[in-house]
């Protein structure tokens, strides 16, 4: 139970301190939501409070992951969370990085 305390902590913290800035972490899910949806199917992208889920082939997901990780950006499972770690530059560059990614 000692790890349940421990997320627990952060969640409070996050309440606590950061429930303003949540709403950019959404903002930020949101525009990288629009971003893919542009790219794949709208029906591919789900986005929900500051998480956005990616519903792609296994294989399209892995070289878009390859896309990315050319351009040092670091992804790995198809649910993507924005939190207070990522900036709008952050954003802005990833995105930048999706509306390059070429299918062939």
Known sequence: MRQAGIIAAGGL???????????????????????????????????NTNMVNLELETETYARLQQHLRERDIQVDRPRWVLHLDISGADVDTLCAAIECFRFD
């Open 13 to 47: 913290h996050a309440l606590q301190y950061q429930r303003e800035r949540l709403v950019d972490d959404h903002l930020h899910a949101e525009r990288v939501a629009q971003t893919l949806a542009k790219r794949f199917s709208p029906n591919t992208v789900r986005q």
